[in-house]
Structure formats: C-alpha cells, structure tokens
Antibody, heavy 125, light 109 residues
Framework: QVTLKESGPGILQPSQTLSLTCSFS??????????VGWIRQPSGKGLEWLAT???????HYNPSLKSRLTVSKDTSNNQVFLKITSVDTADTGTYYC?????????????????WGQGVMVTVSS | DIVLTQSPALAVSLEQRATISCKTS??????????MHWYQQKPGQQPKLLIY???NLASGIPARFSGSGSGTDFTLTIDPVEADDIATYYC????????FGAGTKLELK
C-alpha cells in the first residue's frame, strides 16, 4: 500500500525559506521509473508542478521557479524534501507530494498516481 | 511551456454523459503515446488519478470513466454520471515539464 504524507511549518514570513518533508511508504525510490514530485495549489485555484526527484538522484524542476527550488531525498528513511527560498504571499497554498511514474531514460515525471493529503502553507507578515 | 485549456464548468444531469475537453498548445504525442493524464479532485481532498497516457484507466477507477484523443485535443468522458462524480477535473501533460489545465468543475443541472 503506497502512502505519502507531507509536513511543513504551517506559517512563515515573507523572504524566509520554506522547508517541506514528504514521508512515504509502500515503494522504493531507488527503483527505476519511480519518482516523487511536489505539486502545489493556491486556495481555490489550480495545480502547479514544482519539482520531481527520481531514482539515481535525478531531479527535474519547474523552469519558472527553478532558481528558488531544491529537492532532495533520504532514501534510507523514505523521505523527500523540498526547499523554496525567498517566499512571498504568492507561495501560500496547499503543497502535495505524489508518487510518479518517471521516464526510464531521463527520469522526467509522467503521471502522479498516489498523492499525499497535502499540507497548508501560509506566507504572511 | 505547454498550455492546457479547459472549460471552467460543465453542467450535466445524473445518468447522462459528460464530456470534458482539454486542448494543448503543442502536440503532446510521441511515438504513438499521448502524454496526457486526467485527475479528479473533490473539495478538501487531494487529486486522484483517473486516466494516464490518454486512455488507460488507473487502478480502481470505474469503467464509467474513459479518455480519448490525440495530438492537441483530448476528452475525458463519464458515462453515466453518478452523484459521486461531482468534482473538478484536471488534465495534465508530461510531454514537456508537467503542466495542468485550470480545471473543469462538473456541476449538476
């Protein structure tokens, strides 16, 4: 049974760094064609993919946010992390991590088949 | 980036057919595979994968859901619509870095 759960600070101030953790079970991130992605959703709005990390530490980022994002993993503890620097109010929303099928050759993410319940993040002064 | 366009809302009657469209700004097919996927999201819940690679039904999803299309035009069909299907539906492409449509809210007539 695949499960994922996000955790984060809840609230932070503009210009700070947001640190999120995704704890997962039921699959191995070291397996080929597997990735864990981060997707966010402002309240009442649509979905935006942020980053994905796959086996062999392959990483992919949303080009529009790449300079602010860092994704990493702790395979032995089944965790994936996302850091977003210099947050502002536009970064407020629900952040999801999700298991994804990834391309075998370059690890680029395809579809997201298992999602965590999401964690709400508010950026406010 | 590849832009996905969906109609904001669709009103449908129970037990009727719903067709939700998604148009992409670029071709999302490659070597016979459509890199188009569909999700359902209910209020307060995470998205749920319905269809992957254009027409493949995800595990545990009822056969009332189906996906079709190619190139730049794709459709999610629900037939017949049940009360539990009232939700927002998103398309997503993975031909390039992943992008999502803005969502179509399925409403009851």
């Amino acid at each position: 049974q695949v499960t994922l759960k996000e955790s984060g600070p809840g609230i932070l101030q503009p210009s700070q760094t947001l640190s999120l953790t995704c704890s997962f079970s039921g699959f191995l991130l070291s397996a080929s064609s597997v990735g864990v992605g981060w997707i966010r959703q402002p309240s009442g709005k649509g979905l935006e993919w942020l980053a994905t990390i796959g086996w062999e530490d392959v990483k992919h980022y949303n080009p529009s946010l790449k300079s602010r994002l860092t994704v990493s993993k702790d395979t032995s503890n089944n965790q994936v992390f996302l850091k977003i620097t210099s947050v502002d109010t536009a970064d407020t929303g629900t952040y999801y991590c999700a298991h994804s099928r990834a391309d075998y050759y370059d690890g680029s993410p395809d579809w997201f088949d298992y999602w965590g319940q999401g964690v709400m993040v508010t950026v406010s002064s | 980036d590849i832009v996905l366009t969906q109609s904001p809302a669709l009103a449908v009657s129970l037990e009727q057919r719903a067709t939700i469209s998604c148009k992409t700004s670029q071709n999302v097919d490659n070597y016979g595979i459509s890199y188009m996927h569909w999700y359902q999201q209910k209020p307060g819940q995470q998205p749920k994968l319905l269809i992957y690679e254009g027409s493949n039904l995800a595990s545990g999803i009822p056969a009332r859901f189906s996906g079709s299309g190619s190139g730049t035009d794709f459709t999610l069909t629900i037939d017949p619509v049940e009360a539990d299907d009232i939700a927002t539906y998103y398309c997503q492409q993975s031909k390039d870095y992943p992008t999502f449509g803005a969502g179509t809210k399925l409403e009851l007539k």
